[in-house]
């Protein structure tokens, strides 16, 4: 077994706010009360994701995942690494949205599936492989992540978009 | 209990923040190193007792483990906290973001 890398501690100063590690790997989950094909459909169909995943339209085009802003811009471009609908699905990240983000090599995420046998799903995202993209790394973390498994939620819950 | 009510106990206690503050600068930590990240803070407590509190987060969703081998690694889970955000929040925000929107399109489709 090899010793991980040793890791700087967060710079901790009363209740001054704490600076997240980014390039790390980066863990997202939320519980959806619908079935695993629902949660899946959603996550690539583009119809679904321009009203929850920051208004991108995501879709497979033959071996790659690729997203589209609003007006036609193309925003992330990756090839799909593993795919087992409706269980999991790794794909590369781009950030083609972000000129800055676009020059760094690509990232991964991981999406997983697991049906909970009580009529909802356990969805986890995991984006890995960011430690050459400090760029990416801090522009998807936290709150980015976390509004698209959030929006989700509402979504498939609802019906609704969280924000219109 | 209702999903909002477990990560409003989980955030009432002020080690268990501790550990969330942690698991920010640290993803992936050991339970041997948030042990000693809490003992660092002078908090007084021991192996059993962090974990406790590590059950009470993940329960609420807000720390979600991995396996590395023999280890398990621990990470801070935002989306819970991001849901509560939403409910509050998002709603009250998405009006005036709209207006500022709109605004921005109608200045810039002027000739």
């Known amino acids: 077994m090899t010793t991980p890398p040793p890791v700087p501690a967060p710079v901790r100063s009363g209740d001054a706010p704490l600076t997240p590690a980014v390039t790390t790997t980066q863990v997202y989950q939320v519980i959806i009360r619908a079935t695993a094909e629902a949660v899946w459909a959603a996550l690539v169909d583009p119809d679904q994701t321009s009203r929850y995943f920051h208004r991108a339209r995501i879709e497979v085009v033959g071996d790659r995942i690729v997203s589209h802003g609003p007006a036609g811009e193309l925003w992330t471009d990756g090839a799909i690494l593993e795919s087992d609908p409706p269980h999991r699905l790794v794909h590369e990240w781009r950030s083609l949205y972000d000129p800055v983000g676009a020059l760094e090599p690509a990232s991964r995420v991981t999406w997983q599936l697991d049906d909970r046998g009580d009529g909802t799903v356990l969805l986890t995202a995991v984006h890995d492989r960011l430690e050459g993209s400090p760029h990416t790394a801090s522009s998807v973390s936290g709150v980015g992540w976390a509004t698209v498994l959030s929006g989700l939620k509402t979504l498939l819950e609802t019906g609704e978009p969280l924000v219109r | ?111």
Do not use: C, Y
């Open chain 2, 1 to 111: 209990m209702e999903d909002d009510d477990a990560v409003f106990k989980a955030l009432a206690d002020p080690t268990r923040r501790l550990l969330l503050d942690t698991l920010l600068g640290r993803p992936g930590a050991s339970l041997t190193e948030l042990e000693s990240a809490v003992a660092a803070e002078g908090v007084a407590m021991t192996r059993f007792g962090v974990m406790k509190h590590l059950k009470v987060l993940t329960e609420a969703g807000l720390v979600v483990t991995r396996r590395d081998g023999r280890r398990t690694l621990h990470h801070l889970n935002p989306v819970p906290i991001q849901i509560v955000h939403d409910r509050w929040i998002t709603r009250f925000t998405e009006g005036p973001a709209q207006v500022l929107a709109d605004l921005k399109h109608t200045l810039e489709d002027q000739p």
